[in-house]
Nanobody, 122 residues
Framework: QVQLVESGGGSVQPGGSLRVSCAAS????????MGWFRQTLGKEREFVTA????????TYADSVKGRFTLSRDNAKNTVYLQMNSLKPEDTAVYYC???????????????WGQGTQVTVSS
């Protein structure tokens, strides 16, 4: 069973930065796609960004493009989400996800982290 362990997150003022990371217990064809979704109370989980370990650049939701950067460390099976110029509307629980196929649809991902809270408030 693949495990995703998240770290980071927390609280920051608007305009600030945070970084969250996600380490996968293994990297196989079942975890070729890896990325982040976020969810607020009463709303559906929404795509933030994801990449494929086998190649290509990360894709970002329009709402975070230019502010968030997804990077990876192949040796550690870890992805890092650097979040800059944070806005109050970025407040959510951020979930790491992994699956065999890249997608913006949460249901297409088989493995999920426990979630980490990101709060942007003055």
């Amino acid at each position: 069973q693949v495990q995703l362990v998240e770290s980071g997150g927390g609280s920051v003022q608007p305009g600030g930065s945070l970084r969250v990371s996600c380490a996968a217990s293994e990297r196989t064809e079942r975890t070729d796609a890896m990325g982040w979704f976020r969810q607020t109370l009463g709303k559906e989980r929404e795509f933030v960004t994801a990449l494929r370990w086998t190649g290509g650049s990360p894709t970002y939701a329009d709402s975070v493009k230019g502010r968030f950067t997804l990077s990876r460390d192949n040796a550690k099976n870890t992805v890092y989400l650097q979040m800059n110029s944070l806005k109050p509307e970025d407040t959510a629980v951020y979930y790491c996800a992994a699956g065999g196929t890249w997608s913006t649809v949460p249901a297409h991902y088989d493995y999920w982290g426990q979630g980490t809270q990101v709060t942007v408030s003055s």
